[in-house]
């Protein structure tokens, strides 16, 4: 299996910045594309930012010019920078990557599965 640690959630003040940070471990062959959604209560989970295993990047409408996804290939943790926050980014942010287990491999069956962090709340308030 993969666990996805995230961290650097928390309280900020309109205009300021945040740091997430999610680690992937366990039973990793490799990992596609890495991505953060975000959720507030009564709503869907939309998308943030994802970045592919060549780095190709994508953003959610009301994130774009603002937040920066960014991975490191050899810690295998993906980031989002999060600049100019307002209060409408308040939410929890979920980690997400496309990845293909070691015992997938060794079993013949390398089809790539999709995991979930447990969420960070991102609180943005005067």
């Known amino acids: 299996q993969v666990q996805l640690v995230e961290s650097g959630g928390g309280l900020v003040q309109p205009g300021g910045s945040l740091r997430l940070s999610c680690a992937a471990a366990?039973?990793?062959?490799?990992?596609?594309?890495m991505g953060w959604y975000r959720q507030t209560p009564g709503k869907q989970r939309e998308l943030v930012a994802t970045?592919?295993?060549?780095?190709?990047?994508n953003y959610g409408d009301s994130v774009k010019d603002r937040f920066t996804i960014s991975r490191d290939y050899a810690k295998k943790t993906v980031y989002l920078e999060m600049n100019s926050l307002k209060p409408e980014d308040t939410a929890v942010y979920y980690c997400?990557?496309?990845?293909?287990?070691?015992?997938?491999?060794?079993?013949?069956?390398?089809?790539?599965?999709?995991?979930w962090g447990q969420g960070t709340q991102v609180t943005v308030s005067s």
């Open positions: 970045i592919s295993s060549s780095a190709t990047t």
């Open positions: 366990g039973d990793i062959f490799s990992i596609n594309a």
């Open positions: 997400h990557v496309f990845a293909i287990t070691r015992t997938q491999v060794m079993e013949g069956r390398a089809t790539e599965y999709d995991y």
